[in-house]
């Protein structure tokens, strides 16, 4: 059988030693760092490590993962203090002879042990305004589907690779050292899915106002922590929130654009009507043909 | 009495990748209360892991592709054991199917014309999969996710589902299950479930699958009284990685060589040209010069034979293994680098790059990878009505990997993510007009929610009984070395009655720490699904005394006309009482195994077989 040949290699893969962990476990209630020491292996990643712990010394040991291949962001952690994938962290890139600390995301409450209460973010994605095409022309209705450039679709591309691990959440000071703020800011992860909506080639929304009022845009003060975390290598300071930082400031404050939309007549769907499409208000409402047909759209967008 | 909280919908949803994701949507646009209960946080399930795209016959690259030379590749990749009905709506609704993402938010890659660009994978006579680079798993998950959210569809997420409860006539009505982060316990009640829950893997050592892919909807649906067919029909992707043991198993996307990649052996030989099986002769290039050709012109060529179907090209990995021709460490070596330019490696196969790069160490755009098999994807499953997903039992729905019929003995890449858009549009239907067709109250048994909840903790009562980690490893090591890739009469017998020991390990394991997010724990609930999906898997393969599509008998070595004739079907009596299996489930000895008969082909699409523009 071909699987005695696997094993062969099971065997050989050579045990780089004994590795000191310490894992931080508890729960809502307070916890503290616990030491264990276990044997590690050539090529593993710090989830590896994390599993071997619980088939041997702690099968109650609480941790999130899925894919085990950096694609669904489920094991983010804070190893040696950094925000990161358990899955996605070799431990050969850790130095070598010294503990290793794995905590849990600090900007949300703790569940259990490195799993913690990640429900904000959901919440969040709940009141942003839905995708909102346009109507299909003539040409698209015979050809069956959206014609779209691939330069076009490459930008919201970008913010579409996004893994959810939450990790550029967690690493924000705006909330991670300020709950109360999770009222009213949305966060990198976010402003990354508006600007995926914004720079879409077929959504017809407007969201400036809302990320300006509701979703805290000017609280972000571009300090990139959350870029340089990104396990997806998206640039969501550079190219999401700077770019919707700019799109904010010329439709509030850029007087040419405010003379234009009140001569011209917008048309990209208002505020109000932006809201409407978010599910915590109902079903979508939006027509996206309404300034097309003339309809008064209130002010703001 | 232990305690529990209720909940009552029209329809449930268990599981929330593709398949489920897409029921509830259409059951909730129907008006009906719908919830969706997963057991990882929404958009996590193992769809997010596709890649390499989805199958549909667009013809937005080949105008000539249509839904007919779709379906002949899906049943000739089948090897003819497919449901001929599931793969013709399969084909004839995947293309609206995918348009339909494009309208909820799904940005594909382009072709020059600005439609959904599509690429060549193994066994579609035409570039058919539309994509996202090699993420495209992730783009259909996110755009469901969001349409689903954006819809209002109750979600209920980490929630491991133990138990269906079925009413006093014997209609599923609902499910009980334990919220992880809490440990505390749920009952539903709805006028109809659909089971959408995916694959089977983590029974195997060596996966493409997340810890979730522990046959829970397909051993939930025996226990309540719905079939099973051609369980033993399990994938083994070619391409898995093997190196370092830490990823071992993890996928590497057929676009890889869809793309152009090509696979050798240590000899540096192409070998996939000594494998060329009769069935695929006419239609697979013999030299490696017509080939290459085939990448820019598809008409006037032949494909590479990289680009068999998968248990082709798996089976030709492990025979260059076994010969000696292999890697290093035990696969074969897959060559992109010298075939397409570093920036289009980088543009077309990111992941790839990243995954490589980050946890091997090696550079694909410099290198060959090293490759072998790796366990991916149950062909068989739950056993449904084509045009419904009605189960055999009543009230029961089911969509998505965990059903069985469409893709026979062998699935072509591509066909899962249509699978789960197409089927589980249609299990949103099935089970909204089931609900809407009931009457009166939902009952459910509150003895057996009592009884499925008291048998789920009982490895907290226990002391002293075994880990349910080591459990589970014995039982991937048996699943591994016995019901593998490569099959035997003897080993089956062996594993068969190695399966019924570790039921009764796994019947006394023990727990320890509190019932709030406890994996080991967890673990002891997933071990009687997977239990019961590798009893069928190893039964299944025992009786198909054939070698076939995902299927390979060494001591039978041949595809036989007779066992190509009839699907084998498993259940568990309706009428069982018998609780002593792992979790106080029906035992793995009580499952049966029938043959029956394959619905015959109408003559019109026995016709589409012989398409001379298919080959």
Not at chain 1, 83 to 88: G, H, I, N, T, V
Not at chain 2, 519 to 545: H, I
Request: net charge negative; aromatic share 6%; proline share 5%.
């Amino acid at each position: 059988m071909a699987d005695e040949i696997v094993r062969q290699y099971v065997d050989s893969a050579s045990t780089t030693g004994n590795v000191t962990m310490n894992v931080w476990r508890g729960d809502a209630g307070g916890g503290s760092f616990v030491e264990y020491e276990l044997e590690a292996k050539e090529g593993e990643v710090v989830l590896d490590v994390i599993h071997r712990m619980q088939a041997t010394q702690a099968p109650d040991l609480a941790c999130r993962w899925n894919c085990k291949a950096g694609k669904c962001g489920s094991c983010s952690a804070e190893i040696n203090g950094k925000p990161a994938l358990m899955c996605m962290t070799r431990m050969e890139t850790l130095p070598a002879g010294e503990p290793i600390t794995v905590a849990p995301l600090k900007a949300f409450p703790i569940i259990r042990d490195l799993v913690t209460d990640v429900s904000y973010n959901y919440e969040v994605a709940k009141r942003i305004p839905s995708f909102n095409p346009r109507p299909k022309t003539t040409d698209e209705l015979k050809a069956g589907g959206y014609r779209m450039a691939q330069i076009d679709v490459e930008r919201s591309q970008e913010f579409r690779k996004c893994i959810e691990c939450f990790l550029c959440q967690d690493v924000c000071h705006v909330i991670r050292d300020h709950e109360e703020n999770k009222t009213t800011f949305a966060g990198p992860r976010f402003f990354a899915r508006s600007a995926e909506l914004e720079m879409h080639p077929l959504d017809v929304t407007d969201r400036r106002a809302i990320l300006r009022e509701e979703q805290g845009l000017g609280m972000c003060n571009i300090t990139k922590c959350c870029t340089e975390v990104c396990p997806e290598h998206i640039k969501i300071t550079d190219n999401a929130i700077i770019p919707l930082k700019e799109r904010v400031v010329d439709a509030s404050y850029d007087p040419v654009a405010w003379l234009g939309r009140k001569i011209l007549r917008r048309t990209k769907a208002s505020v109000a009507e932006a809201r409407a499409t978010s599910p915590v208000n109902g079903p979508p409402a939006v027509q996206p043909d309404a300034a097309v047909r003339g309809i008064p759209t209130a002010v703001g967008g | 009495m232990p305690e529990y909280e209720t909940h009552d919908f029209d329809v449930i949803v268990i599981g929330a990748g593709g398949a489920g994701l897409r029921a509830a949507i259409e059951a909730n646009a129907k008006g009906l209360r719908t919830a969706l209960v997963c057991k990882s946080l929404l958009g996590k399930a193992h769809t997010v892991m596709a890649e390499g795209g989805v199958a549909a016959a667009l013809g937005n690259v080949y105008p000539e592709d249509n839904w007919e030379v779709h379906f002949r590749d899906t049943m000739r990749g089948g090897k003819m054991l497919n449901n001929w009905r599931m793969a013709q709506l399969h084909a004839q609704e995947a293309p609206d199917r995918v348009r339909e993402l494009e309208e909820w938010g799904a940005l594909f890659d382009r072709t020059k014309d600005g439609l959904i660009l599509q690429r060549d994978f193994g066994g579609h006579r035409y570039a058919r999969l539309a994509h996202v680079g090699d993420r495209t798993g992730l783009e259909m998950i996110r755009t469901l996710q969001q349409k689903a959210v954006a819809d209002g569809v109750e979600v209920f997420m980490e929630v491991k589902v133990l138990r269906l409860l079925r009413d006093a006539d014997g209609v599923v009505s609902g499910a009980v299950g334990y919220w992880r982060p809490s440990g505390e316990f749920v009952a539903f009640t709805a006028k109809s479930v659909v089971l959408a829950t995916g694959g089977i893997g983590r029974s195997w050592m060596y996966t493409t699958n997340s810890w979730e892919s522990t046959g829970d909807g397909v051993a939930m649906a025996l226990w309540a009284g719905a079939d099973a067919i051609e369980m033993e029909c399990v994938q083994f992707h070619p391409t898995g990685m093997v190196w370092p043991m830490s990823v071992r198993g993890l996928l590497v996307t057929e676009a890889v060589r869809g793309d152009g990649g090509v696979l050798r052996n240590s000899d540096g030989e192409r070998f996939m040209f000594d494998y060329i099986p009769e069935m695929f002769a006419a239609e697979t290039a013999d030299s490696e010069a017509e080939g290459d050709r085939w990448y820019d012109d598809h008409a006037n060529n032949r494909r590479p034979p990289e680009l068999l179907p998968r248990d082709e090209v798996a089976r030709s990995i492990n025979s260059e293994v076994k010969a000696g021709r292999g890697s290093p460490h035990g696969g074969v070596f897959l060559d992109i680098a010298s075939r397409l330019s570093a920036e289009d490696i980088r543009r077309r196969l990111p992941s790839m790059y990243h995954q490589f790069k980050e946890l091997a160490g090696v550079d694909i755009t410099a290198e060959a990878m090293e490759v072998g098999p790796t366990c991916h994807y149950a062909n068989g499953g739950v056993r449904v009505d084509a045009d419904s997903t009605a189960t055999t039992a009543p009230g029961l729905f089911a969509a998505g990997e965990l059903a069985g019929g469409l893709h026979g003995s062998n699935r072509l890449g591509g066909n899962s993510l249509s699978d789960l858009i197409v089927f589980g549009r249609r299990a949103g239907i099935g089970a909204a007009e089931f609900a809407e067709g009931r009457t009166g109250r939902v009952t459910v048994d509150e003895g057996e929610i009592a009884s499925t909840i008291e048998a789920a903790l009982a490895p907290f009562e226990r002391d002293g009984g075994e880990s349910p980690y080591d459990v589970h490893h014995d039982l991937q090591t048996t699943m591994q070395d016995l019901v593998g890739i490569i099959r035997t009469g003897s080993e089956l017998e062996e594993a068969m009655g190695k399966i019924e020991a570790l039921e009764e390990r796994a019947a006394n394991v023990s727990a320890s720490g509190g019932h709030q997010y406890n994996p080991g724990w967890n673990l002891a609930t997933d071990l009687p699904s997977m239990l019961t999906v590798s009893r069928c898997v190893a039964q299944g393969a025992l009786n198909r005394k054939e070698s076939r599509g995902g299927h390979t008998r060494e001591d039978f070595p041949r595809p036989d006309p007779e066992m190509g004739s009839v699907n084998f079907v498993q259940g568990i009596p309706t009428s069982t009482t018998d609780t002593s299996g792992a979790g106080g489930t029906p035992s793995v000895r009580s499952i049966t195994i029938t043959p029956v008969p394959i619905p015959v082909m109408p003559d019109e699409l026995k016709a589409l077989m012989e398409l001379k523009e298919a080959y």
